[in-house]
């Protein structure tokens, strides 16, 4: 049975890359996978058929036959697990490429994700004003915090890994908002990242759904 993974019909980014389903596109570009997308619609993410993959109503979801997933760290987990190329061997740094990727889901993203929600969806609430340094105090140490431990490196751990792929998706978030550019070693690293081939071909094919016209 080929990879199957779910997908916006029509992403509310326009086909730049930050919906999640290129995580996982540009995994299984990574470790040389075909696959198949299923374009779901927003109706359709609330209907029994697409609940049944994820209960949450969300994309992505990836089916191998032999499992079906969601959450896009636990998919891109099931990929460098089944396919190799983007965890380690040695089992120490393998465990470390694993942490990145937690790291990347559970500490960075959500301050990130509070950043784009204050900018675009509660920007003409009456206290935005007030909470959007708030938003930024929450997230400038941690990217301060990522600076450090990167510094002139290429990679977080050695090799590129998981890791890096989760966290190269996750700061690409942080881009519309302008706050990328501060960081400027950062910014470089998400550039890194953007250059593989294998995010290249990951990205193109996100927006070519995104971009054919309407009635196709």
């Known amino acids: 049975m080929p990879i199957n993974i779910t997908a916006f019909d029509r992403s509310p980014d326009g086909g730049k890359g930050l919906a999640r389903d290129t995580r996982v596109r540009w995994a299984l570009e990574e470790v040389g996978q075909p696959y198949v997308v299923d374009l779901v619609t927003f109706a359709a993410l609330k209907q029994p058929r697409h609940l049944g993959r994820n209960p949450f109503g969300q994309?992505?979801?990836y089916d191998d036959g032999d499992v079906t997933l969601f959450e896009s760290g636990a998919i891109v987990l099931r990929i460098a697990e089944r396919f190799g190329h983007l965890l380690p061997d040695d089992a120490t740094a393998r465990?470390?490429?694993?942490?990145?990727?937690?790291?990347?889901?559970?500490?960075?993203?959500?301050p990130i994700v509070d950043v784009?929600?204050?900018?675009?969806?509660?920007?003409?609430?009456?206290?935005?004003?007030?909470?959007?340094p708030l938003v930024l105090a929450r997230l400038r140490p941690r990217l301060d915090q990522l600076t450090a431990h990167l510094g002139?490196?290429?990679?977080?751990?050695?090799?590129?890994?998981?890791?890096?792929?989760?966290?190269?998706?996750?700061?690409?978030r942080a881009r519309p908002s302008?706050?990328?550019?501060?960081?400027?070693?950062?910014?470089?690293?998400?550039?890194?990242?953007?250059?593989?081939?294998?995010y290249q071909r990951a990205f193109a094919a996100q927006l070519a759904v995104n971009t054919r016209p309407a009635d196709a």
């Not at 950062?186 to 593989?196: P, Q, S």
């Open 152 to 172: 002139q490196s290429e990679w977080l751990d050695g090799a590129f890994s998981a890791g890096d792929l989760m966290m190269v998706s996750v700061l690409l």
């Open 95 to 110: 465990s470390r490429a694993i942490m990145w990727m937690f790291a990347a889901l559970n500490t960075v993203e959500p």
């Open 59 to 61: 994309i992505p979801t």
């Open 116 to 132: 784009t929600v204050a900018k675009i969806f509660e920007g003409d609430r009456p206290w935005a004003e007030e909470r959007w």
């Open 178 to 198: 302008g706050l990328l550019a501060e960081w400027p070693l950062l910014d470089a690293y998400v550039a890194r990242g953007e250059a593989r081939p294998a």
